[in-house]
């Protein structure tokens, strides 16, 4: 059964209805106000047609869809359900200023033997970059041990 669209004057409502052909001009009452509602054409249309083998809607936009989500152009070649407009990679993050000074500072204090880690260990120069990026605890203190870079 096709399905119509309806105008009830009195409460001012379009409504859709699904009817047999041969009821199709005939009076529909109205879901809200139980008046009679006659038949109007509708006022949105859908249509599909196919392109690159895909169904479109008309009119067509020139978008595709990648799981739910609208894309410029068909994925080539990527990982199974991923789209690179989409799952595009996080930028690797880049150090303030701020931060760059105070690694500088953590590699000057490891380097006199002054940084150490929650633990009490002694920290060399070359491991400060690594530990920081971890997000371990650095802090200046005196090691419980000797660090083995100073020679001691």
Known sequence: MPLYEYYCQPCNGI??????????????????CYKDAARIMPTSFTAFTFRDGYPR???????????????????????????????????KRRRSKGEKEELKDMRAAAAKGDLIDAYRNP??????????????????????????????
């Not at 409504?15 to 809200?32: H, K, N, W």
């Not at 009119?59 to 070649?77: E, W």
């Not at 400060?128 to 660090?147: F, I, S």
Request: proline residues 14%; contains cysteine; positive net charge.
């Open 15 to 32: 409504f859709e209805e699904l009817r047999p052909i041969r009821e199709a001009t005939e009076p529909v009452p109205c879901p809200q």
């Open 57 to 91: 809607r008309i009119p067509d936009d020139g978008k595709f869809y990648h799981l739910g989500q609208k894309v410029s152009k068909l994925v080539t070649s990527a990982r199974p359900n991923e789209h690179p407009e989409i799952n595009k990679p996080e930028p």
């Open 123 to 152: 920290i060399s120069p070359t491991e400060v970059k690594q530990l920081a990026d971890q997000g371990r605890v650095l802090k200046k203190g005196t090691p419980t041990h000797a660090p083995n870079h100073l020679g001691t």
